[in-house]
């Protein structure tokens, strides 16, 4: 087999691994999905860029220190996103789905939150239709989860 043919086989296992061995996570609308974090500004500033796919069941959790109105946006990011924003009690305040790649530098529009959130979580486009995500639906954190500052 061609190593390039492993590659999914390989992301696969290491996701699988990852949650076995209590890395972590997030569940939001009955499944859960293994986050990244980023919780200080290099790691938020940063977020997905440069990445050419976000492995199924995977997301990127950005944790904030206060709520309050948060904007985001995709400069260098190649792949479309959901972005749903939590607030203090990790229910669901605001989602922009689907956010198309954005190559244009500092010309790339921003996508805010409606209302104040602390909690940001990143997954692949069409993830929030997929789960019928409504406003008000809760985020449960699991292990790994730094707590909050």
């Known amino acids: 087999m061609r190593p390039a043919a492993l ?3 390989a992301s696969a296992l290491l996701l699988l691994s990852a949650c076995a ?5 997030v569940e939001v609308g009955g499944e859960r999905f293994k986050v990244e ?5 290099a790691e938020r500033a940063r977020g997905l860029m440069f990445r050419d796919e976000l492995a199924k ?4 959790l950005f944790i904030h220190e206060d709520e309050q109105p948060q904007a985001y946006w995709m400069k260098n990011t190649r792949i479309p ?45 069409g993830e929030a239709e ?17 707590p909050v500052r």
Do not use: H
């Open 37 to 41: 974090i980023a919780d200080d500004d």
């Open 57 to 60: 069941g995977a997301g990127m």
């Open 81 to 125: 996103l959901d972005i749903l924003y939590f607030d203090n009690d990790r229910k669901l305040v605001t989602q922009q789905r689907n956010v198309p790649p954005c190559s244009g530098g500092n010309r790339c529009p921003s996508y805010s939150s409606d209302q104040p959130a602390r909690y940001v979580l990143e997954l692949n486009a």
């Open 7 to 9: 590659l999914p086989f």
């Open 130 to 146: 997929r789960l019928k995500l409504q406003d008000g639906a809760e985020m449960t954190f699991g292990k790994g989860i730094p």
């Open 21 to 25: 061995n209590g890395g972590p996570w």
